[in-house]
């Protein structure tokens, strides 16, 4: 479960996030949408425990991440939307480097599985750069879940993936919600979030201006029809936030 309390991450004087707070529980998976510099990635980052936030609390499957981090990261898996590799590390290797350093025991056939399951495994002994850009996501995600992560975080996940990839990223983000993690997409593909996301958080300029399940999302934001896809309900969250905000304060350090 991931569990955020008062979350304000600055940058100087700059407020990337602003007092958010949000949970996911097992088996959900919640899209964080927004404009861009809307504070989504400083939101991931902070929750990965890449960023320290400035205050708040982040709790991951109970562990705070700033009391008890690597018990708290021994859960998690943060996938960016530009993989990061070994140059000299062959696609099997990675999987076994990875396992390693989460202390997995009998992991190859967990890892032989994320093979098939992400279609490299006729790449199992090639370089990176023998690799495709849609190889070295497919790479990066098969790494990340070889220790079965409770919590998942991805960034743009389907970046480089073509469209059959697309399709089976998909199936295996639903898969391991069916398996009990907590999940997070951030993204800006929101036909995407509406097909595989069981909750929305909308953010805009650091602070939260709507969150829910689908269903309440929706009730709140459609049209006079009734009926709104996720696309006109970004709009009107976003524009309906602009127009009855209030002037922003300075921000308080």
Sequence with gaps: MIQVDGLTKLYGEFVAVNELSLMVRPGEVMGLVGPNGAGKTSTLRCLAGIIPPTRGTIQICGHDLARAPIEAKQKLAFFTDEPRLFDYLTVWQHLVFTARVYGVQGFAPVAEQLLQELELADKRNALPSELSRGMKQKLVIACGLVHAPQVIFFDE???????????????????????????????????????????????????????????????????????????EIFFRATIEEQAGAAPSSPPVL
């Design 157 to 231: 996940p389907l970046t480089g993936l073509d469209p059959l990839g697309i399709r089976r990223m998909k199936d295996s983000i639903l898969k391991r919600a069916r398996e009990g993690s907590a999940v997070i997409i951030s993204s800006h593909l929101l036909h995407l979030v509406e097909e595989i996301c069981s909750h929305i958080l909308i953010l805009k300029n650091g602070r939260k201006i709507a969150d829910g399940t689908m269903e309440e999302i929706t009730r709140r934001f459609s049209g006079t029809g009734g009926t709104s896809d996720l696309e």
